[in-house]
T-cell receptor, first 115, second 112 residues
Framework: AQSVTQLDSHVSVSEGTPVLLRCNYS??????LFWYVQHPNKGLQLLLK??????LVKGINGFEAEFKKSETSFHLTKPSAHMSDAAEYFC?????????????FGGGTRLMVKP | DTGVSQNPRHKITKRGQNVTFRCDPI?????LYWYRQTLGQGPEFLTY????????KSRLLSDRFSAERPKGSFSTLEIQRTEQGDSAMYLC??????????FGSGTRLTVV
C-alpha cells in the first residue's frame, strides 16, 4: 500500500527567504511522486513530478524537489519565497491497479508568506 | 475553455436531500476520476472510469454514493439522503492514456 506523510501542516516564511516543505512516502515499489499546489478557490495544479529519471526534479515557479530513496523523502524547496506562493501544497504518490493510476495525497501543508 | 468543467461550483442542500454533480472532462481523455476533499485534508479517491466502464468503485464511501459516465463523455456523481458528514469538495479529474491528471475546480457541497 502507498502512503504519504507531510511532516508540517503549516509553514510560515518571510518573503524572499527559502521554502522547505517536507514529505515522506511509503511504497512497495519504485514510486511516481508529485507535488500539487492548491490556491484558494482554484483547482489543483501540478508543480512537478518524479518518475524514476533524475532525482532532482525542477518544476514550475522556481520549485524543485529531490527524491531520496534511502530516506524515503521527497521534500519541496524554493530558494526565495514570493507572496504569490501562499497556498496549500500536497505531496502525492501514484499507484497502478484496478483504479488505474490512482493518486494518494498527503494531508497538505499550508504555506504562509509574510511580507 | 479546454479544461475540466465541474458544475455546480457550490451546492447547499438540506440533510436528507439528494444531490447530483456533473463533470465534463477534456474531450479526448478516456479516463475520469472522482475524489473527495474534506476541510484540512488531502483529496481521497472515490471512483474511476475508463471510457464508460466504472472499473473501481469500492472506495465510494457508502451505498448512498453512485457515479455514472454514460457514453464515456461527461460523468455524474450522485449522493442520496445527504448527511452533514458529506459536506466536502468533490473533485473530478480527466486523464489521457499515459499522461497526467487535469483536475477541475471542484463542487463544494454544504449539507445543512
Amino acid at each position: 500500500a502507498q502512503s504519504v506523510t507531510q511532516l508540517d501542516s503549516h509553514v510560515s516564511v518571510s518573503e524572499g527567504t527559502p521554502v522547505l516543505l517536507r514529505c515522506n512516502y511509503s511504497s512497495s515499489y519504485s514510486p511516481s511522486l508529485f507535488w500539487y499546489v492548491q490556491h484558494p478557490n482554484k483547482g489543483l495544479q501540478l508543480l512537478l513530478k518524479y518518475t524514476s529519471a533524475a532525482t532532482l526534479v525542477k518544476g514550475i515557479n522556481g520549485f524543485e524537489a529531490e527524491f531520496k530513496k534511502s530516506e524515503t523523502s521527497f521534500h519541496l524547496t524554493k530558494p526565495s519565497a514570493h507572496m504569490s506562493d501562499a497556498a496549500e501544497y500536497f505531496c502525492v504518490v501514484s499507484s497502478w491497479g484496478n483504479a488505474g493510476n490512482m493518486l494518494t495525497f498527503g494531508g497538505g501543508t499550508r504555506l504562509m508568506v509574510k511580507p | 475553455d479546454t479544461g475540466v468543467s465541474q458544475n455546480p461550483r457550490h451546492k447547499i442542500t438540506k440533510r436528507g436531500q439528494n444531490v447530483t454533480f456533473r463533470c465534463d472532462p477534456i474531450s479526448e481523455h478516456n479516463r475520469l476520476y472522482w475524489y473527495r476533499q474534506t476541510l484540512g485534508q488531502g483529496p481521497e479517491f472515490l471512483t474511476y472510469f475508463q471510457n464508460e466502464a466504472q472499473l473501481e468503485k469500492s472506495r465510494l464511501l457508502s451505498d448512498r454514493f453512485s457515479a455514472e459516465r454514460p457514453k464515456g463523455s461527461f460523468s455524474t456523481l450522485e449522493i442520496q439522503r445527504t448527511e452533514q458528514g458529506d459536506s466536502a469538495m468533490y473533485l473530478c479529474a480527466s486523464v489521457p492514456t499515459g499522461e497526467g491528471y487535469t483536475f477541475g475546480s471542484g463542487t463544494r457541497l454544504t449539507v445543512v
